[in-house]
């Protein structure tokens, strides 16, 4: 099980699987969805990822905000990958449920989505991601999500099966 | 303020806006992530919007099945076109919240997001949306959704800023 | 695994445990919180539990309505003891998580949480609560619940340690 | 509407109401179900309130450990209180919504549920509240809640109604 140990303060994560930053990354590769909305891994560390998004005009609710199921799909993502960092080789990741609060119209050049696992676990992992906008340089928070992610082994990457 | 009728067992809900419907689908329309994803309104009523959309293999996550938060967004535009038929007319309806869950994979050819009122509102509205996946034929369950709308007095259809 | 079978319309859940009722009242009676606050199962069949409760001024807000928590309390468990109807006889169920919307005050004589399976699985289980105040005979929905259970298993009965 | 000024990184909030400590204990002390449990506040500051909550044996679930429902309690009620401290003077603060994740068993000699107001608002104000058990003088976060909690205008202190 992956281990959390403290120091200085910040809480470090110990992934279980040596090769975690190939098969998180690989995951989200494979999210042809990220791919076609132009999202990119900005971030990634043991327990965290953080996904980044520009804005685009295809991507918008009926004002000229980012639909707020574009900015949902990132933190949803962000919190997946955050949690496979952590998980066993042989297993995959799903989303058991989420629940996102929408503090702010998604306004502004670019947006990320900061996946930070709250509790790790053998089966469920608690995530919370942060979503910030960016405009001229400063972020400003627009939303927050808590999530259940789950590992269901023996879907590791080579079954090609529902991780 | 909106009232809802019981008749027959089912509740009928009566919009406040005669223009309700076209008001409505104006709002999906403008929408343009659900254009790009290729999601539509597949009904709509007082009350009620069911928003549906095919697969396509660029909606996809790290399997075959779609991306969560494809699906998380027609849930969501289904909840918040589904409140908004029972708006003022001087209003725009956003999201101020929601919680999805999945309970089986995104599979099939065909998703349907079907939102309904569940407690109308002067300001806010619960709505709740149940998604099926939809393949040869047959429906099945893949998710549920239970969130919270807000009514913005004021943003109206011609202002065209944060409805 | 408990199976879903439909018939005339309503879904019928099979319990896995013939023991189910016995072990689901036991559950419900071992809990001295819902003892304290005077609640008791008003109905219990497979995949559903209603649990009630009586107005109590020990009971409030800081308004006359009924506590969020007292509320939300018997919501949390209307759900677990649902889901605990189609669990295995060696398991035991925990809250994963639930979300619940308040859509009235809790104002009234009685108050009811309707737990209702929507998915049943294998280790985490879907259920919806409905809660009701009645007054003066009449039932109005005052909230709604969606929660994630778990089935622990080698956590039965007899072991006496966390469900 | 409530200001937040930072300084040295910490988020400070400015209430809107002078007397905004006296409002808010009073908000807390007529909650009858908090006195009934036993529970207390053990923190007030601008955008901030810990309620802590002492093991008692008729607080339980099915096992010895505390009911979840008891531990939700103190963490709405930590949230709502945290919101109340920013609300106007004229304002009563109610519960839109909340939603919990339980991390681990209530397993303690103490809880505290510490309520933080993430994004305050003129109408609704998101809060987040972080919850420990105390064991042999050691904290463990056992859950966490985020939370949308509403102002009423027109339902200050003296009315007595829903606040």
Known sequence: M???SSR????RFEPRNPAWEERSREIFERQSFMRM???RIARLEPGACDVALAY???LCQQNV???GGAITSI???SCGVAAST???ESAGVLTVEFKYNMMAPAAGEQFVARGRVVRPGRTLTV???FVYAVKDGAESEIGRMLATMMFLEGKGDMQGTAA
């Open 75 to 77: 933190a949803d993502t």
């Open 65 to 67: 905000y980012l639909h």
């Open 2 to 4: 992956a281990g959390a």
């Open 127 to 129: 995530v919370e991601s």
């Open 8 to 11: 200085g303060g910040a809480v």
């Open 86 to 88: 952590l998980m066993p």
């Open 37 to 39: 909305i132009g999202a």
């Open 56 to 58: 685009r005009d295809d």
